[in-house]
């Protein structure tokens, strides 16, 4: 599968690790590709749409 992980999008995007859950948390910015559904051990996986997302909401803060 291709794709981002989340360590990739932190370093891509500027986001923190935490900023990363917490927004796939409450359904800002969820990873496309592989979502966790809360589960422990499931990476996230980011497509380059959700990258350009996730730089959007880092720029409005």
Same mark, same amino acid.
């Given at each position: *599968? ?5 360590? $990739?999008?932190?370093?891509? +995007?500027?986001? +923190? /690790?935490? $900023?990363?859950? @917490?927004?796939?948390?409450?359904? =800002?910015?969820? /990873? %496309?590709?592989?979502? +966790?559904?809360?589960? /422990?051990?499931?990476?996230? *996986? @980011? %497509? ?10 880092? %720029?409005? =803060?």
């Amino acid at each position: *599968m291709e794709g981002f992980t989340a360590q $990739q999008a932190t370093r891509l +995007t500027g986001c +923190t /690790p935490h $900023q990363l859950r @917490y927004w796939d948390k409450v359904g =800002l910015v969820e /990873p %496309s590709l592989q979502q +966790t559904g809360g589960r /422990p051990g499931r990476r996230r *996986m @980011y %497509s380059f749409r959700d990258l350009v997302a996730l730089r959007v909401v880092k %720029s409005l =803060l």
